[in-house]
């Protein structure tokens, strides 16, 4: 499975980004996804997963913000983040979790994308 991250930039504190992702793999559909994100001096942390069945989970510092949305017919996941804050800065990454747990831990998650910057100015 390979992921290939997209839609990062600058903005300023309010406004919005869309994140996609793009997976390869004959059984995407079967697949568990999620966004994680990482800042500089911090562990990865978790952002949001969606399950095959489309069940959505989040950060609860994303929560009401973000959704995470996914497309199995074109193979990609889309993470749509309103009301950005300084704070949200961060290198994003996309993964997949091949049992479709959709849970929060790093370690459930097999592959991953290489990131996309995303940077919220105040």
């Known amino acids: 499975v390979q992921l290939q991250a997209s839609g990062g930039g600058l903005v300023q504190a309010g406004e919005s980004l869309r994140l996609s992702c793009a997976a390869s793999?004959?059984?995407?559909?079967?697949?568990?996804l999620g966004w994680f994100r990482q800042a500089p001096g911090k562990e990865r942390e978790f952002v949001a997963a969606?399950?095959?069945?489309?069940?959505?989970t989040y950060a609860d510092s994303v929560k009401g913000r973000f959704f995470i949305s996914r497309d199995n017919a074109k193979k990609m996941v889309y993470l749509q983040m309103n009301s950005l804050k300084p704070e949200d800065t961060a290198i994003y990454y996309c993964?997949?979790?091949?049992?479709?747990?959709?849970?929060?831990?790093?370690?459930?998650?097999?592959?991953w994308g290489q990131g996309t910057q995303v940077t919220v100015s105040s």
């Open positions: 993964a997949v979790d091949l049992e479709n747990l959709g849970n929060k831990l790093v370690r459930s998650y097999e592959y």
């Open positions: 793999g004959r059984t995407f559909s079967t697949y568990g």
């Open positions: 969606i399950t095959w069945a489309q069940i959505t």
